[in-house]
């Protein structure tokens, strides 16, 4: 699954278009590197997601699409943030 969509299912950012701005303009780092809208999300990578001057870091531990709203939480963990 790309980075923006899966940002968007997983519910850390509202819109997909704003998931790819956030993605391109370099304040999403995966495994510590910046990473585009474009990249494939696996299972086990560590995601870091600037909002503002307050960083939030989350592991996947699922890239299959949610089927409701109530378990998108179930796609990531919450590492610091």
């Known amino acids: 699954m790309r980075l923006d969509k899966y ?16 993605a391109d303009a370099g304040r999403v780092l995966v495994n510590g590197k910046p990473a585009k809208a474009s990249y494939a999300v696996k299972v086990g990578d560590e995601i870091e997601i600037t909002f503002g001057n307050r960083p939030v870091r989350v592991k996947v531990l699922s890239t299959d699409e949610p089927k409701g709203k109530d378990v998108a939480r179930e796609l990531f963990e919450i590492l610091e943030g």
């Open 7 to 22: 940002l968007k299912v997983s519910r850390l950012i509202k819109r997909r278009t704003l998931a790819n701005e956030v």
